[in-house]
């Protein structure tokens, strides 16, 4: 590259003009369809519930394991 500076500055052009017309369409369409904070709560305590059940599952089978492997 000869000209750093002449493609930096069409890079920066080009970022401002996607930019706005980002900034134009959101504008016009203000509802993204952006998740609930209700959405959020429900994930965070399934994951929570899940991680829960297999720490219980892996310590039961922690607990149990020398006694089976004496059958």
């Known amino acids: 590259m000869k000209h750093p500076a002449k493609s930096t500055h069409g890079v920066v ?6 930019l706005e017309d980002r ?3 959101a504008s016009r ?4 369809g952006d998740i609930s904070t209700t959405t959020v709560i429900i994930w965070v305590a399934a994951v929570a519930g899940a ?3 297999a720490g219980t599952i892996a310590a039961v089978i922690a607990k149990y394991n020398g006694i089976l ?3």
């Open 23 to 25: 900034l134009v369409e």
């Open 51 to 53: 991680l829960m059940i």
């Open 69 to 71: 492997s004496g059958i």
């Open 29 to 32: 369409q203000p509802d993204r």
């Open 13 to 18: 052009h080009w970022l401002a003009a996607r």
